[in-house]
């Protein structure tokens, strides 16, 4: 294969749009996947004159979908050499009022959905010595209330990441990023999206002095990408302004 090929879940929305866009600018062929077909096909349309994209409406919680995603994308582009797996959401409620069916669903698409993924994308990229990038949070870290199902499965990713690194050791590197405040609002389907609002407070109480973008997570998974990180594996490395190394008392 001439060229390398990303695959991104939860890619048209957010922190995943703005891999897709930095791997397309690096020379990839992304393969962008996302629930949400209106979103899909507007980032499509916006990055269509950036290289090679192609949109695959699927549910990653969906082991059918999962293993069809993976057939095609094997079938147009020859294999795979990175996937991303982004796709996540959140249900945050108390817990008396969290159904277990919105617990499950979290734990579905959060945590089954790149555990899948790395199951049906591994014998492709085992061969191309690839790579696999997991999005957990510092919610794996730290916690505000009425967060369970969301930190758990942040936790979930954490811990699924050095053990694929192990189980695939030494053909695939696995890796995950732990997001702190992204500030995605105007990353948003253009139907939904609003001004990000944020306070001269929200940037100073980062030791970074900022409020994180979606770009800052993008330029590390390009990193963990590269051959440049190739002595990295079963990491978890936090991007978050220092806020989860920072002590702070009321």
């Known amino acids: 294969m ?3 090929v990303a695959v991104i879940t939860g890619g048209a ?4 749009k703005a891999m ?16 949400d077909e209106e979103a899909g096909k507007e980032t499509a349309l916006e990055y269509a004159a ?3 994209l192609r949109f695959i409406p699927a549910d990653v919680a969906s082991e059918t979908d999962v293993a069809k995603l993976a057939a095609d994308t094997v079938a147009a582009f020859g294999g795979v050499h990175v996937l991303v797996n982004n796709a996540a959401i959140a249900c945050n409620r108390p817990i008396s009022d969290l159904a277990l069916a919105d617990w499950n669903r979290v734990l579905g698409v959060n945590l ?6 790395a199951k049906h994308f591994a014998s492709s990229l085992r061969v191309n010595h690839g790579t696999i990038i997991n999005i957990a949070s510092t919610r794996a870290l730290m916690s505000e209330p009425n967060t369970e ?5 942040k936790g979930g990713i954490v811990a699924l990441t050095h053990a694929l690194a192990a189980s695939l050791a030494p053909d695939i590197r696995v890796n995950c990023i ?3 405040w992204i500030e995605t609002e105007s990353w ?6 609003t001004v990000p609002t944020l306070t001269a407070a929200d940037h100073q109480q980062h030791w970074a002095g900022r409020v994180g973008q979606p770009e800052d997570i993008a330029h590390m998974a390009l990193h963990l990408a590269s051959n440049k990180s190739s002595f990295i594996t079963g990491a978890n490395i936090v991007v978050d302004g220092g806020m989860t190394r920072k002590m702070s008392y009321a």
Request: one cysteine or more; aromatic letters at 8%; proline letters at 4%.
């Open 2 to 4: 001439n060229i390398r």
């Open 13 to 16: 929305q957010g922190i995943g």
């Open 20 to 35: 897709v866009r930095q791997f397309l600018q690096e020379g990839y062929a992304v393969v962008m996947v996302d629930h």
């Open 50 to 52: 950036l290289g090679s």
């Open 112 to 117: 089954t959905g790149p555990w899948l993924c």
């Open 149 to 153: 199902a969301y930190s758990a499965t």
């Open 178 to 180: 732990s997001p702190g």
């Open 188 to 193: 948003r389907k253009s139907s939904v999206r």
